[in-house]
């Protein structure tokens, strides 16, 4: 409901309402119990969440069809400009209603939450980040691979595999990567892995650097798949791995084979079976 004021006449008219908050959460993963506990009591108390897919179909179904709006990939194929999911998000705040975008992983990790906190301060909306652990971490880690590992990496890359379409040209310095010596991990890359592994193995990184690749961490249905910088365009196309889905890159890739067998937990069963055993 606006709020009302009285006018120098006396009588009582309408004023535009107070904006709601729009609060920027991450999803994590996609296990609904891999929420934070905030952004799951957001995610209850909010008038609307708009999402896309990526934070997995479990989390979805949690939502009231009444209170949810899909801005995510249209049925036929084309997808929801970020144009106009800013516009939305402003839209809803001025009505004053709580919205929530919920974002797969955390929304300040190749989630275009800086941009939509960038349009929403212009445009005078107030608004919470929630941060979330990303995708990045969190699918190599339930496939039993660390990102980091005293014997194997100090330091660990994240990069895009989807840039911004717009760029002339790449912004991703290979080269420097290949030269770092530590862990790689690609997000959203599985289209342009020929192109990567690649402009690494020109940059002088050797063949047989391990590489894994985790199709829908946490997810029903994750896949693992495992090869080498040499061998891993092939075993992708063998197991059929498509987005979403995390390149992991370098030694820490390696040491799944040593504690695969031994993991417990609801996604290793899954994984395994469905690639045929990648160890």
Do not use: C
Request: overall charge negative; cysteine-free.
């Amino acid at each position: 409901m606006g709020r009302t004021a009285e006018s120098e006449s006396g009588a009582e008219h309408e004023l535009e309402p107070e904006p709601g908050t729009v609060f920027l959460v991450g999803s994590g993963p996609g296990d609904p119990d891999l929420l934070t506990v905030k952004a799951k009591r957001l995610l209850e108390s909010a008038d609307v969440v708009l999402h896309d897919k990526l934070p997995g179909p479990k989390i979805i179904e949690m939502l009231p069809e009444d209170r949810r709006e899909d801005v995510g990939k249209r049925a036929d194929g084309e997808r929801t400009p970020q144009s106009e999911i800013n516009e939305r998000l402003v839209e809803l705040a001025r009505e004053g209603k709580s919205v929530v975008r919920l974002k797969g992983g955390d929304s300040f990790v190749f989630g275009r939450g800086g941009e939509e906190a960038e349009y929403l301060a212009a445009h005078e909306i107030p608004f919470e980040v929630v941060p979330a652990v990303t995708s990045a971490i969190a699918a190599p880690a339930v496939a039993g691979i660390p990102v980091t590992h005293r014997d194997h990496a100090s330091s660990v890359s994240f990069v895009t595999g989807h840039e911004d379409p717009t760029k002339a040209e790449s912004s991703v310095d290979w080269d420097a990567l290949a030269a770092t010596g530590g862990t790689i991990v690609v997000l959203m890359g599985v289209g342009r892995l020929p192109d990567y592994t690649t402009a690494l193995l020109e940059a002088g990184m050797a063949p047989e650097t391990p590489v894994a690749l985790v199709e829908r961490g946490t997810w029903p249905g994750q896949r693992v798949a495992t090869g080498t910088l040499e061998t891993i365009v092939d075993v992708r196309d063998e197991k059929d791995i498509s987005p979403p889905a995390v390149t992991v890159i370098g030694d820490v890739a390696g040491t799944r084979e040593s504690v695969v067998e031994f993991i417990r937990n609801e996604y290793r069963e899954t994984a395994d079976e469905e690639t045929g055993g990648n160890r």
